[in-house]
């Protein structure tokens, strides 16, 4: 293992070498000058040997200080173009987590108009329902299901998530889908999922709602199933817009209800104030509104409330 001394002292003794005077490399590092000489003398005392000897009302440097100084440096100059590089990378590249749903079927279409108003940023969207720990990975920002702001983070709320269920035009031909209580006798995807009892709940249906059926692990998957006539999937409205302005999927019944959680945008308080993180923060906030239009879902009024 390298044996290096302090950091803080080898920088101290970097600015005063450059310099050739201690109140001068005070200068440049904010610190006084008697925090610069208290820092030689740990670095003094670390190598063993001296690195200035007094010279008059000045300091000069000693042989070794001499020898040392030019690579010390040359050490600081490659640190500053590694974390120059790394401030330009990072700069230069959005890195976004979002649940499956919310990326694949609202996100994934729009960020076209992020790329557009903001043509210097490579977007980099990841998609997993995993709750990523935001300040230990390389994600700049995430979109979370939650029913309250994620603790330790700077965090917007988005939109609330309406369910209700949702078939193909042809299904709803063939089957009568009159009240809720004829879904008990049509094929239902994902019947065990718990947003069903949500829906029937809060049309105070009593009983059990639960039947056989194919078990997805998604709504897009559910959605799919549903848009290829399998059955009748309980969605989220919003998140399935183009789909419903096209045709292919149709709510049978006027109600829905609001599931407890909902969309937050989330980053690290250490990222806030990153231009790309407040572009990305203001156009995304701004963009749920405008697809929202006249809210006839309501998805924009907040958690709680």
């Known amino acids: 293992m390298l044996q290096i001394p302090p950091l803080a002292a ?8 450059r310099h050739g005077n201690f109140s001068r490399a005070a ?35 000693t042989e070794l200080g001499r020898r040392i100084a030019p690579q010390v440096s040359e050490a600081f100059a490659t640190l500053g173009k590694a974390f120059a590089t790394a401030r330009s990378e990072s700069d230069a590249v959005l890195s976004i987590t979002a649940p499956r749903t919310f990326a694949t079927n609202w996100l994934a279409g729009r960020l076209g108009a992020f790329q557009i108003m903001r043509p210097e940023l490579a977007v980099r969207l990841d998609v997993s329902d995993e709750m990523v720990d935001l300040a230990a990975s390389e994600f700049d920002v995430a979109v979370r299901t939650m029913g309250r702001p994620p603790p330790g ?36 995807l994902s019947p065990d999922d718990d947003w069903w009892d949500l829906w029937f709940d809060s ?49 049978p019944f006027a109600h829905f209800a609001a599931y407890r959680n909902g969309y937050w945008l989330a980053y690290p308080e250490h990222k806030r104030n990153l231009p790309k993180v407040r572009s990305f923060r203001d156009w995304l906030i701004d963009a749920v509104k405008r697809a929202a239009g006249d809210d006839p879902y309501g998805i924009l009024e907040p958690l709680g409330d």
């Open 10 to 17: 080898v920088r101290v003794f970097e600015a005063a070498a």
């Open 27 to 61: 200068d440049e590092l904010a610190m006084t000058q008697a925090a610069v000489s208290y820092q030689m003398k740990l670095l003094e005392e670390r190598l063993g040997a001296p690195l200035f000897v007094r010279k008059g009302r000045g300091m000069m440097l």
């Open 153 to 188: 983070l700077i965090s917007h709320f988005l939109m609330r998530m309406p369910v209700t269920p949702m078939v193909h035009p042809s299904f709803l031909a063939a089957h009568k889908l009159e009240t809720p209580a004829d879904l008990l006798s049509v094929p239902r």
């Open 203 to 251: 049309l105070s249906a009593q009983g059990d709602h639960r039947q056989p059926g194919i078990r997805f692990e998604s709504q897009v998957l559910d959605g799919h199933a549903a848009i290829a006539g399998h059955g009748v999937a309980i969605l989220s409205p919003p998140m399935f817009q183009a789909q419903i302005d096209a045709g292919l999927l149709v709510r």
